[in-house]
């Protein structure tokens, strides 16, 4: 079985390569591009699997998960601007679908922290960076 | 990696057997059977997966996405009746299953490299209800 909890946040950035020059950026990124940046209302939804506990009937403390959630990654992203101001993002273009390998790794990082004795495992990261845009990576596929 | 865009299209249709009579066809289909059509906003969302290029940092560029969505299924579909408008529905019944099948048909020559390939074709009828299908 699989838990999931949603957790909006706001930021910035800009897509622009250190490895192409400024009309190849403008060319791949188009308006993503714009120097000044430019930002949006993500949704972050981490999934966890397990079995739910005999006795408390859940898969996992979703108290202990916001705190994970929290302290792993929304303290350090929100209302920030991606490309300055999260280091491990800093020699990445903050592309969604690097954000969420960025994100995954966060949160692998803590997670034994906040669980130590749970069964429950983090199964997936996905990131909406609009409605109509999202980005998903399982745990384990990296 | 899966990435995902969702496009909407409205569109009209009937399910119905051609050869059936029309007491089997309601038999079957219920009100969608109703012959004078009926319509839904769909939701197509379609899931490609592939490796992130290690210079642009994306899988594909979304812009390039969303032109083969409008080009292959909005624009085709889009406020249409499907039954006379759109191929293959003169000849199959129109139910979301075919649709999502004639959309998988339609966009999987665009996602088909190396570097990305369709994974899923999710199309809801309606908010509580959806097909999945992964070409099966």
């Known amino acids: 079985m699989t838990f999931t909890s949603r957790y909006p946040f706001s930021a910035s950035h800009r897509l622009h390569s250190k490895q192409l020059s400024e009309d190849e950026n403008w060319q791949v990124y188009g308006r993503c591009n714009n120097p000044f940046g430019h930002g949006h209302n993500y949704w972050l939804e981490v999934t966890v699997s397990g079995q739910p506990d005999a006795v408390t009937g859940m898969l996992v403390d979703r108290t202990k998960l916001d705190a994970c959630v929290q302290e792993e990654i929304l303290s350090r992203v929100r209302h920030t601007n991606l490309n300055e101001q999260v280091p491990e993002l800093r020699d990445l273009v903050p592309t969604t679908e690097n954000v969420a390998f960025v994100f995954l790794d966060f949160l692998k990082q803590g997670w034994a922290k906040h669980f130590p004795m749970q069964q429950a495992r983090l199964d997936r990261v996905r990131i909406y960076e609009t409605r109509n845009n999202r980005f998903e990576i399982k745990a384990n596929e990296v | 990696m899966l990435i995902t865009r969702r496009v ?8 119905a057997v051609a050869s059936w009579s029309d007491e089997k066809n309601h038999e079957v289909f219920g009100a969608d059977a109703n012959p004078y059509g009926h319509g839904h906003n769909y939701v197509l969302e379609v899931t490609l997966s592939g490796h992130v290029d290690e210079v642009t940092g994306m899988i594909v560029d979304l812009k390039d996405v969303k032109t083969v969505l409008n080009r292959e299924v909005v624009e085709v579909m889009d406020h249409r009746y499907l039954n006379a408008e759109v191929k293959p529905f003169d000849e199959i019944v129109p139910t979301t299953e075919n649709i999502a099948r004639e959309i998988w048909r339609r ?4 996602f088909s490299s190396d570097r990305v390939q369709l994974h899923e074709v999710k199309l ?10 992964r070409g099966e």
């Open chain 2, 107 to 110: 966009i999987v020559p665009h």
């Open chain 2, 124 to 133: 809801y009828e309606t908010e509580n209800l959806y097909v999945e299908y």
């Open chain 2, 8 to 15: 909407e299209f409205s569109a009209s249709h009937r399910c």
